[in-house]
């Protein structure tokens, strides 16, 4: 008698943690990628105007433009971000975990699709068109 109890208790357990929502979110890797253009696909080269320029508008240029925070560092010409990439260490501070000092953007991580695609970007070349 108390073994059923015990066994009923257990599975009522498992099942409910196999059922569970958030489980399913952590182990579902998102379906679709923010940028359209998807980052692992290795017979496109990632391009500037392309796929990198809308990602450092939309997460960067709101401090690295002039008279902003980051003027000193502005990342809104081609030459600028690929400079950035060379010689300012851009791809490592991207790729920084959220919580530690040096992250950018500042105000948290940005979508792993979008670190990828410029990752690849430097991979491909930092190619312009
Ligand atoms: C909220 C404002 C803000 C945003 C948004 C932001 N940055 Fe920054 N960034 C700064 C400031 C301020 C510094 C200077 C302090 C430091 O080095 O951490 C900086 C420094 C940097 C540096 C080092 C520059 C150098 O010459 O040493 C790089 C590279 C950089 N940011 C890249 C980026 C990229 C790429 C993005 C977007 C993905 C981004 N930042 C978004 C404010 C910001």
């Known amino acids: 008698m108390k073994k059923t109890i015990v066994l009923t208790i257990l599975l009522a357990v498992l099942a409910?943690?196999?059922?569970?929502?958030?489980?399913q979110d952590i182990e579902t890797p998102p379906t679709t990628p923010t940028n359209p253009t998807n980052p692992t696909n290795p017979t496109t080269a990632v391009t500037y105007s392309k796929d990198v320029k809308s990602i450092i508008d939309a997460n960067c240029v709101s401090c690295h433009s002039s008279g902003r925070s980051a003027s000193f560092r502005p990342l809104t010409t081609f030459a600028q971000v690929k400079a950035a990439v060379e010689s300012a260490g851009?791809?490592?501070?991207?790729?920084?975990?959220?919580?530690?000092?040096?992250?950018?953007?500042?105000?948290?991580?940005?979508?792993?699709?979008?670190?990828?695609?410029?990752?690849?970007?430097?991979t491909d070349g930092l190619k312009e068109n």
Not at 114 to 120: P, Q, S
């Open 16 to 23: 409910s943690c196999s059922d569970s929502d958030t489980m």
């Open 90 to 122: 851009l791809l490592g501070r991207i790729q920084l975990q959220s919580g530690q000092q040096g992250l950018m953007p500042q105000g948290g991580r940005m979508a792993q699709a979008n670190i990828d695609l410029i990752v690849k970007w430097n």
